[in-house]
């Protein structure tokens, strides 16, 4: 059985360097998935925002989007035009404040993975808040019942399970990149290790 195949000519310059196309769509977590239910989930805010707390019904009072997406897994997996439906982040972002010191954001998740970003890699029109997939209801191993997709990075920054978000005056990094990935991980640039 083939689990990957070569991108044609036409697919190339959207697969990055040393990333071959998955069959299906593989589901890879650091540990055990967490079931979290939607009358549990909340989302979090603090540090150099408002500090906040959104339910369910919250979020999908926000506008909510289709969203066409390719996902490069830095374990060099990629999966092109995934569907999703959600909130864009810029549209998530207006609901609160922050202060101009937050030029950094550290995602916390349900089980406690953390990943970093810088606010202007988070504050992007095509990132979002997923919580469909493929018309379907995220499934869990996906990082249901919410996760964050920016697609314009290595997938180990799409946090599933998303629980919080930490705005930062710094950079703290999170925990794969406290173990030796790229701080920022752009596929095309093929920033998988930080190198440090
Ligand atoms: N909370 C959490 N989010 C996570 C991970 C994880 O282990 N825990 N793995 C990351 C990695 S390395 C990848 S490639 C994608 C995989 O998403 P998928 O399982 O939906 O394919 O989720 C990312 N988000
Ligand atoms: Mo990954």
């Known amino acids: 059985m ?3 195949e070569k991108p044609g000519p036409e697919m190339s310059d959207r697969v990055p360097p040393g990333q071959h196309l998955a069959k299906g769509f593989p ?3 650091y540990g055990d998935t967490p079931q979290i239910s939607i009358a549990d989930w909340r ?3 603090w540090g150099k925002a408002e500090r906040k707390t959104y339910t369910w ?15 490069h897994c830095v374990t060099t997996w990629s999966k092109l ?3 999703w439906t959600g909130i864009a982040v810029p549209d998530f972002l207006a609901t609160l404040n922050r202060e101009p010191s937050a030029t950094h954001v550290l995602l916390h998740c349900f089980g406690d993975y953390t990943t970093n970003l810088t606010l202007a890699d988070f504050n992007r029109p095509e990132n979002f808040l997923a919580h469909r997939l493929y018309g379907e209801p995220l499934p869990a191993d996906h990082g249901g019942p919410m996760r964050l997709v920016v697609p314009h990075l ?3 920054k799409s946090a599933k399970w998303l629980s919080g978000i930490e ?3 710094q950079e703290n990094l999170g925990f794969w990149e406290r173990n030796g990935y790229h701080p920022r991980g752009e596929p095309f640039a093929v920033e998988r290790y930080s190198g440090r």
């Open 2 to 4: 083939k689990f990957f």
């Open 27 to 29: 589901v890879l977590t």
């Open 43 to 45: 989302l979090k805010t």
């Open 57 to 71: 019904e919250d979020l999908m009072a926000l506008p909510q989007q289709d969203f066409t997406a390719d996902f």
């Open 81 to 83: 035009d995934v569907k």
């Open 154 to 156: 290595y997938a180990w």
């Open 167 to 169: 705005f930062l005056p």
